[in-house]
Nanobody
Framework: QVQVVESGGGLVQAGGSLRLSCAAS????????TDWYRQAPGKGREFVAT???????NYADSVKGRFAISRDNTKNTVYLQMNSLKPDDTDVYYC??????WGQGTQVTVSS
């Protein structure tokens, strides 16, 4: 069983930045795909970004150019750097490892 823990969420003003972290038990990030999703209350989960085992990345159009996903295999951590945040980015952000293991989520709130 892989344990996944997100952190780094918080309250930030529009235009600000946050960096989310996704830590997993075991040295797994180098061999599996990792995704970030987000979800607002009463809505379905929305894809945000992905990074493959080979380091290829992909982003939702809504965050392209503002968010960046990266990985540090030595720390078993995947990051989501979020810049130029907008109120519409307010959501609970989830990390999923191997598209199978999910964390508990971290709240991001962007004030206008």
């Amino acid at each position: 069983q892989v344990q996944v823990v997100e952190s780094g969420g918080g309250l930030v003003q529009a235009g600000g930045s946050l960096r989310l972290s996704c830590a997993a038990s075991g040295s797994i990030f180098g061999i599996v795909v990792t995704d970030w999703y987000r979800q607002a209350p009463g809505k379905g989960r929305e894809f945000v970004a992905t990074i493959t085992s080979g380091g290829n990345t992909n982003y939702a159009d809504s965050v392209k150019g503002r968010f960046a996903i990266s990985r540090d295999n030595t720390k078993n951590t995947v990051y989501l750097q979020m810049n130029s945040l907008k109120p519409d980015d307010t959501d609970v952000y989830y990390c999923t490892v191997a598209r199978r293991y999910w964390g508990q989520g971290t709240q991001v709130t962007v004030s206008s």
